[in-house]
């Protein structure tokens, strides 16, 4: 298992791995990453920004997900409750495992990169948000130690629920 920084030639991998997701999300009635988002061109910016990550078994790609460190726009404005501190912060965005692989706990070992990441930065924080219907994503983000912030506003119109934890 590696988990490593997003490389271009990565890129129709990384779609795989994110358009199960979508279809998944459509499946469900869930509108997240219907319209578009994300991309090709939003990876690409993921790896051109050092923000893109890959989860390797077997020398095969089969998860992802966006990590930076820094002042997120979007969760500036937090309705319906409080971040846990003000204090530096990771971001977690856009994580996804491949569909035959859900399950086996690979998304935790992004997240355990991150969390090793931060800490090497001396930030004690990662903060993620998803869905209101995206029940999965949400027992995964408190079963891995995250508490519900409140609400935030993606793009200022997309209601997401935010969760913080403090490492």
Known sequence: ME????????VAD??????????YFKG???????NGY???ETILKDIEEGNGLVLIRNNKIIGTCYLRFG????YLKIENGEWLNDEPYGVIHRIAVEMAEKGQGYAAEL????????????????RI???????????????????????VYIGGTAPRIAFQKKL
């Open 3 to 10: 988990v490593r920084e997003t490389r271009t030639e990565d």
């Open 14 to 23: 990384v779609m795989r791995v994110i358009n199960e997701g979508k279809q």
């Open 28 to 34: 469900k009635g869930i509108d997240q990453w219907q």
């Open 38 to 40: 994300p991309n090709e």
């Open 71 to 74: 002042v997120e726009e979007d």
């Open 111 to 126: 997240l355990k990169y991150a969390e090793k990441k931060a800490q090497s930065l001396g930030i004690h924080n990662l």
């Open 129 to 151: 948000d998803t869905h209101e219907k995206n029940l999965s994503m949400q027992r995964w983000i408190t079963k891995n130690g995250f508490v519900r912030c409140g609400n």
